[in-house]
């Protein structure tokens, strides 16, 4: 048995008596064979693939067709594209990998030489490796990776039974980085489950039209002279196809960037992308990493088999430990109370490992002497912008008057308790169920912590320690003036 790679499918085995060369005895090529060992050799030689229309040539040619039947079996190309440009190209192509002069008339012959040629050659360990198992595509460096393996096993469970799985986190925990380690893990994996792995960060609200065209791209290189359609939903069906035909993991990172767009129209036509990604047929799997799930795909949630969250937390202590320990830190004690003011997140544990190597020597006993609390510049801009332009008042009131109570004497509000007390103080207006829906939106966006009592199951809340710092250096400036009493003044 011989075996073929067909780009990112299953092995073609052919069978044995097709091993020996040029036999006339030979049964006959298929086109299928010929396109997958042309493919082999184009993309061993021209890093790419042959697109479609030159497949759609390539095959006219088989079949002896001139290009008035070419054209007469296919609505895709228009007629003067494949004979005018796609053609000529493809016959110099051919005659580059094969090296000898490719003609219409004779493709057939050489390409069934060439079936017979490579089906012994290693091309197809070549493409295995390079082809279905790399990344497209430019994710993070992993390889200074701590932890995660819990986070890894069940990452890899919810993307064998979710076609879409949102990672959500605040900034610096880790999200692009575990995502990224996830679509390295998987290229290594003998049993490669996806024929392409892809990476796409996104950096800022970009038109929905670019952004699947670069996922089509990235799936099947086509040559730009190919228009993809403009219209929305068009564009998205030829995704869908290519989704449906390669199965991808893809990546999006920076995901809830596409829902800052002002644009309310370009909101829109990114939910009809995610519901259709959900709804319609295909076999690939997306991983969307954003701080906090964007609201208006709220109404998306309820495709409950298609799509679930994973809330990424801080790293396990002992891994965090290691990482400080690594980072030159000294007093192991102490650097737990670290990594629990921290909760674990990764860039915040880097950022305040840095300045104690700096300024105390690494020694994190001498920086307890003088505790403080450093919020980084990622972490204090989320901060900015979801006070000023997210959080209702009550949400920004309830948070100043949990920093404060956590300041003054408890470490833990109870719910019963915070109800009661904003009830009556936050201008007498606060109905229960707007409080509840106010604290399950902070949760939401990780502002809060809760924790329910084991015993009596008596919910309670507070804050992280970064975030009550950031409340109170700039609580009245939180606060809308005048619109009610400060916490600290209310009776
Ligand atoms: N498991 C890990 N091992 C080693 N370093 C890590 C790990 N997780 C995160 N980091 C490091 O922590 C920093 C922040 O991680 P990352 O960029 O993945 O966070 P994020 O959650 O994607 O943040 P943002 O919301 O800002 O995009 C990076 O410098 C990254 O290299
Ligand atoms: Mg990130």
Redesign the pocket.
């Known amino acids: 048995m011989v075996l073929l790679v067909r780009r990112g499918r299953k092995p073609l085995i052919l069978p044995k008596e097709q091993q020996s060369s040029d036999s006339p005895s030979l049964p006959s090529v298929t086109f299928e064979e010929a396109v997958t060992t042309v493919n082999n050799l184009v993309f061993t030689q021209k890093r790419r693939y042959l697109s479609e229309a030159e497949i759609v040539v390539l095959k006219g040619a088989w079949n002896s067709q001139d290009f008035s039947e070419i054209i007469a079996q296919q609505t895709t190309y228009a007629g003067n594209y494949l004979q005018r440009r796609v053609a000529p190209q493809l016959w110099t192509l051919l005659s580059e990998v094969l090296g000898e002069p490719v003609i219409k008339r004779k493709a057939r012959f050489l390409l069934e030489q060439a079936v017979r040629k490579y089906s012994n050659s290693d091309l197809s360990s070549d493409i295995n490796s390079e082809g279905s198992g790399s990344i497209k595509g430019q994710p ?1 460096d992993t390889s ?5 393996k819990q986070e890894l096993l069940q990452l890899k469970k919810l993307i064998s039974d979710y076609r879409c799985v949102p990672i959500t ?1 605040v ?8 995502s990224a380690k996830l679509l390295s893990d998987i290229s290594l994996e003998s049993s490669q489950k996806f024929d392409f792995l892809i990476w796409k960060s996104i950096t800022h609200p970009v038109p929905i039209q670019d952004l699947v065209a670069d996922l089509i791209k990235l799936i099947h290189p086509i040559e730009p002279s190919i228009v993809l359609p403009d219209q929305t939903q068009a564009i998205i069906t030829v995704l869908i196809k290519h989704l449906h035909s390669h199965r991808c993991l893809v990546v999006l990172d ?1 995901f809830e960037a596409l829902f800052r767009a002002s644009n309310l129209e370009q909101r829109l036509e990114y939910k009809i992308l995610i519901r259709r990604l959900l709804e319609e047929e295909h076999q690939s799997r997306f991983i969307l ?1 954003c ?1 906090v799930f964007p609201s208006d795909l709220n109404t998306v949630l309820k495709y409950k088999q298609a799509i679930t969250c994973f809330r990424l937390e801080g ?1 396990d202590t002992e891994s965090a430990r290691q ?1 400080l320990t690594d980072q030159g830190l000294t007093d192991q004690d102490k650097l737990l109370d670290i990594i629990y003011t921290y909760r674990g997140n ?2 915040e544990l ?1 950022a305040v490992a840095q300045r104690i190597k700096y300024f105390f020597a690494g020694s994190a006993e001498k920086f307890y002497q003088h505790k403080t609390t450093f919020i980084t510049d ?1 972490f204090q801009s989320m901060l900015d912008e979801t006070f000023s332009e997210v959080l209702t008042p009550l949400e920004r009131y309830i948070m100043v008057y949990l920093a404060e109570r956590i300041s003054l004497d408890v470490s833990f509000l109870s719910f019963n308790n915070l109800l009661i007390e904003i009830n009556s103080q936050y201008d007498n207006s606060a109905s229960t169920s707007t409080i509840i829906k106010a604290l399950e939106n902070l949760e939401r966006f990780s502002l809060v912590e809760s924790m329910k009592d084991p015993n009596t199951k008596e919910i309670s809340f507070t804050l992280q320690p970064v975030v009550k710092k950031y409340i109170t250096q700039n609580s009245l400036g939180l606060l809308p003036a005048n619109a009610f009493p400060s916490p600290a003044n209310a009776s």
């Open positions: 993070p200074v990776f701590y932890g995660r986190g900034p610096g925990i880790g999200k692009s980085t575990l920076g990493n701080r790293l990482l990764v860039a880097q990622e």
